[in-house]
């Protein structure tokens, strides 16, 4: 690991992006006091992760990219067994599992067997197991791979609710608009060094520009449609990167983007010359433009 340096504040949602690869497990594991620090200084919750290991993880919740869940168990008995191993009294284990189920919308499957539940439902039941020893901060790694959409919203609902309490949540995500929902801040990783940093907003309008138009040609005229536009603003030597009104632009295989200030101006341009796309689209600027601008197009294994 090298050039990872941050601080996090009590009641943020703070992100980690990344491709494979990058060191956001590693992070993530030196933060959850599973593996130490490889260099420097890392203080959590003002304790050396070190020397008290155990002070801090009994004071953190921890949600699995798996979920972990025993399936010959009942909802109930997972958060009620799970509860024993921080040594909370069972009374309230029982009162911290009678609320975090109402919490997670699960109260009405209490008594019901894990094994059948929906993905949805065993996540939201793992969140709540994460929070029976009522955390200071929770540790989530991608919290709502494989979850539908009407899951993944049900989920953010509660880790929303969550922040508001006051918990600090630290989260790993491939999803963008998932880091854009929950992140107060974040960080974007690339070969273990942390090569961006800040609010949604602030990485967008650092690294991109407002509007991005995408234009679909005709597979047959789709490379002529590249050389005209690459004819209309002269890219940097040594690659097609184009500057194009401030921004970029990049050619793949099945379409143009143009990063640009405006997104209708720039189609009006492109059709000045010539060009006429099957279909175009002008939207905003995402954090998956930044993402793909700093970490690139190509899979790391």
């Known amino acids: 690991m090298d050039d990872v340096g941050f601080d996090l504040y009590q009641g943020e949602a703070f992100g980690f992006l990344g491709p494979n690869g990058a060191g956001k497990s590693s992070t993530m594991r030196m933060i959850g006091c599973v593996s130490p620090p490889t260099l420097g200084e890392l203080t959590i919750l003002g304790y050396d992760p070190v020397r008290d290991g155990a002070a801090i993880r009994a004071r953190l919740g921890v949600v699995p990219q798996e979920d972990t869940l025993d399936l010959e168990l009942t909802v109930e008995e997972n958060l009620l067994v799970y509860g024993r191993y921080f040594g909370l009294p069972r009374g309230v284990i029982r009162e911290r599992t009678q609320a975090l189920l109402d919490f997670v919308q699960l109260a009405d499957r209490a008594k019901d067997m894990v094994e059948p539940l929906s993905g949805g439902m065993k996540r939201r039941l793992t969140i709540a197991r994460s929070l029976i020893n009522d955390p200071d901060i929770l540790i989530l790694d991608e919290p709502t791979t494989g979850l539908d959409p009407q899951a993944r919203h049900v989920v953010w609902d509660r880790l929303f609710r969550l922040k508001q309490r006051g918990v600090t949540l630290i989260l790993t995500t491939h999803y963008m608009d998932e880091a854009e929902q929950l992140c107060d801040r974040l960080v974007v990783m690339d070969h273990a060094k942390i090569v961006a940093e800040g609010t949604p907003r602030e990485l967008i309008d650092r ?90 197009r190509t899979l790391v294994d």
């Open 207 to 296: 690294y991109s520009t407002p509007e991005v138009l995408e234009l679909r040609f005709d597979p047959g005229v789709h490379e002529q449609a590249a050389e005209k536009i690459r004819d209309l603003v002269p890219g940097d030597s040594g690659g097609w990167t184009p500057r194009f009104e401030g921004g970029r632009a990049e050619v793949l295989a099945d379409r143009i983007l143009l990063y640009v200030a405006n997104g209708d101006q720039t189609l009006a341009r492109v059709r000045e010359i010539g060009l006429e796309p099957l279909t175009e689209l002008v939207r905003r600027s995402t954090l998956e433009d930044v993402f793909l601008h700093l970490t690139g």
